[in-house]
């Protein structure tokens, strides 16, 4: 079969042959007839598959049939990249149907987007944070959508969105079509799914299923020796390009800085970077400008990044369906994919469920050369830096509140107390008042090495997740 077959308008045909397209793909010859047929789908699909031309496709084919100038499609994404990515494959497989498409946002200018919204567009993507701005200031008027589109689903649930994503159907008319795609159904995506779709067409198409092109390895290694190791993979591969997956936004930027400082063409993306400098990754990336990325999962997700040629967890992922995200960024379109995994002793569980879910098991490699046998450090120091011992006083005994200090003594070191040397620590010495803190900080705390704090001395809460995709 191919794309002839679905009776697309000639204007969305036209976009469809230009752009290459020749042979549907299994996601995209299920749900594009039911979707052309006005019917409610519910798609089950990997990163990869062809999701965004599924649902995108058959919306055009409808839009473009109608009138013009205001807000008739409305797609919700998790993060900035994925609507960019989404809202440029629209542009492209619309080219020639002259409608208009805005994204919205957080992290860039509101006033852009809201001049864009006032000359009149025909589809919106947006997520959910910066959309309910717009809502709540009323410059976006979604009384005329009929075509809703969730897509990555459960990838909202895991960023806290879903309660935006419901105040945000609450504004829409009831009279719509609705579209959800998610990689996983846990049960908040399966009520969601219950709530908003209307006797839905259900289309499942490789369910933890990596491509067959992609070929698997583990390599068992200490959590102090795998930077090292890191290291001596990439020496002894061919890597054309490289995406690196850690558990964390710090350690992505740690082990890019690493990966640069040692000669690599790398970059990192995570939560902490401003929207033009993750967009400028993933440029750079994408053109070859940077040869690896380091990226954390909630950065990556969803991002099309044709020809990876080799994805590396430094962190294995927590679930399988995780890890089948990650390695679905490679192998793709028949082409061959490596897939390395750096694995502990703790993670062998986890191991042990990924192979379940693929079926076989994974081989195990050592690296031939690499010293294994290199002892960890007592405090590893790839993430902590030894505690600053106490300075020891003269006088310990506690002064009364307000007590001026007495004068000072001759013979008295300069700011009134004798010169007490300092303790030797080992490891680099830090900077000025932050001598012991841990390397790099930790998750949540700002570049300077404190938290903001609100007034009251209320703890402060971390919204930096939510932040990613407003």
Do not use: W
């Not at 994204?103 to 200018?109: E, F, K, R």
């Not at 200031?137 to 909202?156: P, R």
């Not at 995994?341 to 195990?364: N, Q």
Request: hydrophobic fraction near 35%; charge should be positive; aromatic fraction near 4%.
């Amino acid at each position: 079969m191919d794309f002839k077959e679905f009776n697309l308008h000639p204007q969305v045909q036209a976009g469809v042959e230009a752009m290459g397209y020749v042979t549907p793909t299994p996601i995209q010859l299920q749900a594009i007839p039911p979707v052309i047929a006005g019917q409610d789908v519910l798609g089950l699909a990997q990163t990869g598959t062809g999701k965004t031309a599924a649902f995108g496709l058959p919306m055009l084919h409808r839009l473009v049939q109608g009138e013009r100038g205001r807000v008739r499609g409305l797609v919700i994404a998790p993060t900035r990249e994925l609507a960019e990515q989404i809202n440029e494959a629209l542009n492209s497989m619309g080219k020639l149907t002259r409608l208009k498409s805005v994204t919205v946002y957080g992290g860039v200018n509101i006033n852009t987007q809201i001049k864009k919204l006032k000359e009149g567009v025909d589809i919106v993507v947006a997520c959910p944070g910066r959309l309910l701005d717009h809502i709540s200031q009323g410059t976006v008027d979604l009384s005329g959508v009929e075509v809703l589109v969730l897509d990555e689903a459960d990838q909202m649930f895991d960023m806290g969105f879903l309660p935006d994503v419901k105040k945000i159907l609450r504004v829409l008319p009831g009279k719509r079509q609705n579209l959800m795609f998610s990689a996983t159904m846990p049960d908040d995506i399966r009520i969601l799914a219950h709530e908003i779709l209307r006797r839905p067409v259900t289309v499942q198409v490789d369910r933890a299923a990596p491509a067959a092109t992609v070929s698997h390895a583990l390599y068992p290694v200490g959590q102090h020796l795998k930077t090292p190791l890191l290291f001596e993979l990439l020496k002894h591969t061919d890597t054309e390009s490289v995406l690196i997956f850690t558990k964390t936004k710090h350690r992505a930027k740690r082990v890019g800085e690493q990966l640069e400082k040692g000669g690599y063409k790398a970059t990192s993306l995570q939560g902490n970077l401003s929207q033009n400098r993750r967009q400028a990754a993933l440029d750079g990336f994408r053109d070859g400008t940077y040869q690896i990325m380091v990226a954390t999962d909630i950065a990556a997700r969803g991002i099309d990044v044709s020809l990876v040629s080799h994805v590396v967890n430094y962190d294995i992922p927590d679930t399988p369906e995780a890890y089948t995200h990650r390695i679905g960024r490679t192998g793709r379109a028949a082409k061959t994919g490596d897939a390395f995994t750096l694995v502990t002793g703790e993670d062998e569980p986890m191991v042990r469920s990924i192979e379940r879910v693929l079926g076989a098991k994974i081989e195990r490699r050592r690296l031939e050369g690499f010293d294994y046998a290199v002892p960890a450090p007592k405090k590893d120091a790839e993430f902590v830096r030894p505690p600053r011992e106490p300075q020891r006083r003269k006088d310990n005994t506690a002064k009364p509140a307000g007590a001026r200090p007495a004068a000072a003594k001759p013979g008295a070191a300069a700011g009134g107390r004798k010169s007490v040397p300092m303790p030797v620590i080992s490891g680099k010495q830090g900077g000025a008042g932050n001598a012991g803190a841990p390397a790099g900080g930790r998750e949540g705390v700002g570049a300077a090495g404190k938290r903001h704090q609100h007034p009251g001395g209320n703890r402060p809460t971390n919204h930096a997740a939510r932040r990613s995709g407003r």
